[in-house]
């Protein structure tokens, strides 16, 4: 009360301040004058592309309300925020999402709909905000969600790249073609450009040791010369649902410090000035199109550490403004490294406490490991990374010393624990000895961290016991924790299929605000399963989502599907380890199978459709094989009359969220078949299973938690273990067994697709080579019990009634999946940040 007005007439400024429209007339007002204004359009001339950016716009406005409400509490109550570093968020859609959260899809509906719009219409035209390749970015787009559901103060920070994951194209052969996404064309209303938030950012120049008084070099040093880029904040809302708590993510773009540089200028060298100009703009350019394959060269570490420094200078400028010391900098910032791409903030934040702060080594690094959490996504080595030293020490040469320095700090304490075992030296290094050296990212992570999370039970104890086993024994197992993945039920459920939102609302006789808010509510559906009127309701609603994706695929590339077959469901990135590659080996199995059997045979037979999506890494020449073979294999049983109303296969290009959307609530049956111990989680496995589709696949990841929920008795289970893969891949390379001899059914349908039977006989040899000889990922150990998992799924699916019931149980268990829990256990045993009520 006592505060002071900042400036003007109070009630001048108050009796004018916009609330949230909640009403008809008030979103019509708004909708209409946005039009007139914000666009400058007419009623006349509207199109669907117009009334879409005209409902975002008013949406914005009432987003904004709650935004600043939520920023300003947060500044008043200083409470410990957590900070998620992602280079990748994968957000999809943002307009339904926003009114549902909001509570204002109804109203909103009418008031299009009084002016001549149909509201499902005006969402289809939106562009998806693909800044992410798969599960990584679309769990950091989750746990936003449920962060400002839960109330948390959580703040994302990213990369504005102008062109997300690329889009993709299949040629008439079957190859993967990749064409830029231009994601901003049509303007995005969904972003504030804060050109008064900005930041400078050093590359290269020289790093100069700090001498003490008797000459010798100390822990400081200064920093100089080389180039500077401008980091310029773009703000994007993320409102919570059922709350007015609305947080932020903060992405940057990188823009030349100066338009151009005057010296070239003036030497009549006016491209030369205008390229410096383009190589800062360049950073935040592109989204590198690598999940856990490989990864990019300078550029990439450019990003990593243009990103990482303005984020730290951002929040050290916030921390700065509460008044603590900077000894309580843990006390009141966590961050959350979303894998090793945010590494460098670790030497970053060293060099600001050593250089610009001027603390001591000691109390320096005590800060740094207090604050930071590393959370990995992957054991597969080719995805761990590294950095050539030689780069680091030309693009961060004060980074590079604080890593030498880091290391030599860490290995003499390695070596007090473990006296004169040099291997032991020489694994725990973060240089990596070779030519060239590089610097192990993961390591760096792991010991300049608090806590180190794996993604899902088996993950997180094969990251203790395979690529951190020496860091477990040597910090002790207490910092080396779990944290299984989740998924936004909001988005997952209510969003893409509010027929089964409503029904489950209907049946619990609560408003859906209360179970998508407490997903573990959804077991109070178990009784209903036997229940043969709602196992009616619930079966149809599953129809009229197979109906809308057929309805969509007739409709974006012109074909006719039928819609009274199993629906099976392979979406994911393509890769070796998630094995595609055995799924459509299964399905020339099942093909040849068919063609042998009689009439009579055949008419026993449940009609099935295969749908595959995915993207490859451009660079992945495998995967790019295995979309073609899909292709092909599509052209050719599609064609047969023989066999078409009871096998066809699809795939479907350019996957993106908004497709999953509407592919996961069709699904029968969806697979998740890695081979065992290769998959960290896997997330849209809870997806389907939230749907009330089942599941196939293997015994990795998440699928063994949800096996777990559900019981085994609801999920297909096949393939060989995880301890049971190093002995096997032992024996693939040194008593290998021919295909032939080991798996007849397999080296049959290789033979198959070698004699030509889908075209293109010789194309394939280098991906089918990769099964004859050295098969890494396992598939001719797996298929047999594969076939014999997917002849299980048919035989299930014979008996409709009980089908209909695994699928209520499936979805009734699926509680736990909830991203809110996830993102609870963060704030809990992690980060130690509490809910802010927003009033
Ligand atoms: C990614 O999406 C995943 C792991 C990565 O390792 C990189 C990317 Cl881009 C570096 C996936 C995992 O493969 C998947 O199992 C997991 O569910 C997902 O991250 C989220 O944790």
Redesign the pocket.
């Known amino acids: 009360g006592k505060e002071k007005w900042p400036r003007g007439d109070e009630k001048a400024w108050k009796d004018n301040m916009r609330d949230v429209d909640k009403d008809v007339p008030a979103i019509t007002k708004s909708f209409v004058s946005h039009v007139q204004t914000s666009l400058a359009r007419q009623p006349y001339n509207l199109d669907t592309l117009g009334a879409y950016q005209a409902a975002a716009l008013s949406v914005r406005d009432n987003l904004l309300v709650n935004w600043n409400e939520t920023a300003l509490q947060y500044t008043r109550r200083a409470p410990k925020r957590a900070y998620y570093l992602s280079l990748?968020f994968l957000m999809g859609r943002t307009l339904d999402n926003a009114l549902l959260n909001l509570d204002l899809k109804q109203p909103y509906a009418q008031a299009t709909q009084k002016l001549g719009f149909n509201i499902e219409d005006i969402l289809e035209k939106e562009r998806d905000a693909a800044l992410?390749?798969?599960?990584?970015?679309?769990?950091a787009a989750c746990y936003l969600d449920s962060s400002a559901s839960q109330e948390l103060p959580v703040w994302g920070y990213g990369l504005r790249y102008k062109y997300g994951i690329f889009q993709q194209l299949i040629s008439p052969e079957g190859n993967q073609l990749e064409a830029p996404d231009p994601w901003l064309d049509n303007q995005n209303p969904w972003e504030l450009p804060r050109l008064d938030v900005a930041y400078e950012v050093r590359f290269y120049g020289n790093a100069e040791r700090v001498r003490d008084e008797n000459g010798n070099t100390t822990d400081r040093a200064q920093w100089t010369g080389g180039q500077e880029v401008l980091a310029v904040a773009y703000d994007v809302m993320i409102p919570g649902s059922y709350t007015r708590t609305t947080n932020n993510l903060r992405l940057w773009e990188s823009k030349p410090k100066r338009g151009f540089d005057l010296n070239s200028f003036n030497a009549g060298n006016y491209e030369g000035a205008v390229e410096s100009s383009n190589s800062a703009a360049a950073i935040t350019s592109v989204l590198y199109p690598?999940?856990?394959t490989g990864f990019g060269k300078e550029l990439r570490l450019k990003q990593q550490y243009f990103w990482t420094a303005a984020s730290l200078a951002d929040i050290l400028r916030r921390f700065k403004n509460i008044g603590k010391p900077i000894q309580e900098f843990p006390d009141y910032v966590a961050v959350q490294l979303n894998?090793?791409h945010p590494t460098l903030a670790i030497p970053e934040l060293m060099r600001i406490l050593l250089d610009d702060e001027e603390l001591p080594w000691d109390a320096a690094w005590q800060i740094v490991t207090n604050t930071f959490f590393y959370?990995?996504?992957?054991v597969?080595p080719e995805?761990?990374?590294k950095w050539p030293v030689p780069l680091m020490e030309h693009l961060l040469p004060r980074h590079m010393q604080i890593i030498y320095d880091i290391n030599l700090f860490f290995l003499q304490s390695v070596e007090k624990k473990f006296p004169g075992d040099r291997d032991r030296l020489g694994r725990m290094s973060l240089i990596e000895e070779g030519f060239p050296k590089q610097v192990r990212m993961a390591f760096l992570a792991c010991i300049g961290s608090r806590k180190v999370n794996g993604?899902?039970e088996l993950?997180s104890e094969l990251v203790k016991t395979t690529i951190l086993k020496d860091f477990v024994e040597f910090e002790g197992v207490s910092k080396f924790g779990n944290v299984t993945?989740g998924i936004t039920p909001r988005r997952w459920l209510d969003q893409c299929n509010p027929e089964l939102s409503a029904l489950i609302s209907s049946t619990l006789k609560v408003d859906k605000s209360v179970w998508l808010k407490d997903l573990y509510q959804l077991e109070k559906l178990l009784p209903y399963a036997e229940d043969a009127a709602f196992r009616e309701k619930w079966a149809a609603i599953k129809q009229r989502n197979k109906e809308r994706l057929a309805h969509h695929v007739e409709t974006t590339l012109g074909l006719t599907i039928n819609t009274h077959a199993m629906f099976d469901v392979q979406i994911k990135?393509l890769?070796e380890y998630k094995r595609q590659t055995l799924n459509i080996l299964g399905v020339i199995h099942r093909y040849l199978t068919l063609k042998n059997m009689s009439k009579e045979e055949r008419e026993k037979v449940n009609p099935r459709v295969v749908f595959f999506a995915g993207k490859a890494a451009p660079a992945y020449y495998i995967a790019k094989l295995t979309i073609r073979l899909i292709v092909n294999v599509a052209r050719i049983i599609n064609a047969d009359a023989d066999t078409k109303d009871l096998l066809s296969l699809y795939f479907l290009p350019d996957y993106s969220v908004s497709l999953a959307e509407v592919l996961i609530p069709a699904s029968d049956i969806s697979q998740h078949i890695?081979t065992a111990g290769t998959?960290?989680?896997?997330?849209s496995n809870m997806k389907f299973c939230l749907n009330g589709g089942l599941l196939l696949g293997t015994v990795d990841?998440?699928n063994i938690e949800i096996a777990e929920e559900v019981g085994e008795s609801n999920v297909f289970f096949f393939g060989h273990l995880t301890p049971a893969v190093e002995d096997l891949r032992y024996q693939h390379t040194y008593h290998p067994v021919p295909i032939e001899e080991k798996c007849p059914a397999l080296a049959h349908v290789l033979n198959q697709v070698s004699a030509g039977l889908f075209g293109d006989a010789e194309v394939y040899e280098p991906l089918l080579n990769t099964i004859r000889q050295g098969d890494h990922y396992l598939l001719s150990d797996d298929f047999d019990s594969y076939i014999a998992a997917l002849a299980m799924v048919d035989e299930a699916y014979l008996d409709r009634t009980e089908w209909v019931k695994k699928s209520i149980r499936t979805s009734a268990k699926m509680g736990k999946f909830s991203s809110d829990r996830a993102i609870n256990e963060y704030a809990e045993s992690y980060w130690n940040i509490e809910a802010q009520h927003i009033s």
């Open positions: 990748e992410g390749n798969g599960g990584l970015g679309r769990l690598n999940d856990s894998d090793t959370t990995n996504h992957t597969l995805a761990l990374e993604v899902a993950h993945n990135r890769h890695s998959e960290a989680s896997g997330t990841g998440a």
